[in-house]
């Protein structure tokens, strides 16, 4: 059984960083993809970055491309979102998710296993 735990979020001022993190258990596919969405409060979901199973670099979203980047520890089977120059609008509800095969694009359809998700708050 896929497990995906998000931890990290909290409450930071406009320019500040924060890293969360997704723990991954039973993901036991020889390939898979692992994105991080969010979803502001009263819109929709939106996916900001991804990163296939055996990739050193990920793919972004126009909106977070320079300021985020996504990691992985495969020995810890963490995957982690570095978050800098934190503006207002990142304020989220932020989720981990998962899915077997490629890593093309962020339609959130395509992931079978999420996270409860970890809220963050920029404040300006």
């Known amino acids: 059984q896929v497990q995906l735990v998000e931890s990290g979020g909290g409450s930071v001022q406009a320019g500040g960083s924060l890293r969360l993190s997704c723990a991954a258990s039973?993901?036991?596919?020889?390939?898979?993809?692992v994105a991080w969405f969010r979803q502001p409060l009263g819109k929709g979901r939106e996916g900001v970055a991804r990163?296939?199973?055996?990739?050193?670099?990920?793919a972004y979203s126009d909106s977070v491309k320079g300021r985020f980047t996504i990691s992985q520890d495969n020995a810890k089977k963490t995957v982690y979102l570095q978050m800098t120059s934190l503006k207002p609008d990142d304020s989220a509800i932020y989720y981990c998710?998962?899915?077997?095969?490629?890593?093309?694009?962020?339609?959130?359809?395509?992931?079978?296993?999420w996270g409860k998700g970890t809220q963050v708050t920029v404040s300006s």
């Open positions: 990163m296939y199973k055996t990739a050193v670099v990920g």
């Open positions: 998710a998962a899915k077997g095969g490629g890593c093309v694009g962020f339609n959130e359809a395509g992931y079978n296993y």
């Open positions: 039973g993901l036991t596919a020889s390939g898979f993809c």
